[in-house]
């Protein structure tokens, strides 16, 4: 009983750190993405070296969830991304990779830490 009530103790403590994870402070509900693409969506905390008309340049922290390590790298920024806030050059930002169908990532949504 111990063990259960432990067990029951520990989910219920972790279940807020696992939603912060997964969400990073971002609303997801508006964006033009399949369900597909918002389950295997993962976020990465990045600095912005430049920003241009649909790429951006941006130095990442390792991304385990895709066996990525840091690097600084162009990504694609999806039209219709959802930028939250004035996003520019020297900015550290949260990432959020959505994969295309043709398997590469590319930015869904960019927030300002």
């Known amino acids: 009983?111990?063990?259960?009530?432990?067990?029951?103790?520990?989910?219920?403590?972790?279940t807020p750190a696992a939603l912060?994870?997964?969400?990073?402070g971002m609303d997801h509900s508006n964006m033009p993405m399949t369900s597909e693409q918002m389950?295997?969506?993962?976020h990465a905390k990045a600095v912005v070296n430049?920003?241009?008309d649909g790429t951006a340049n941006v130095s990442h922290d390792p991304i385990p969830e895709i066996g990525w390590p840091a690097m600084t790298?162009?990504?694609t920024v999806l039209e219709g991304a959802q930028m939250m806030g004035d996003i520019g050059e020297g900015?550290?930002?949260?990432?959020?990779?959505v994969k295309g169908d043709d398997g590469m990532y590319a930015i869904g949504a960019?927030?300002?830490n």
């Open 73 to 75: 790298m162009d990504l």
């Open 50 to 52: 430049s920003i241009g």
């Open 91 to 97: 900015d550290t930002v949260t990432l959020m990779l």
């Open 39 to 42: 389950e295997g969506a993962v």
């Open 20 to 24: 912060a994870q997964s969400s990073h």
């Open 1 to 14: 009983m111990k063990t259960l009530t432990l067990l029951a103790f520990l989910s219920l403590a972790a």
């Open 110 to 112: 960019m927030m300002p």
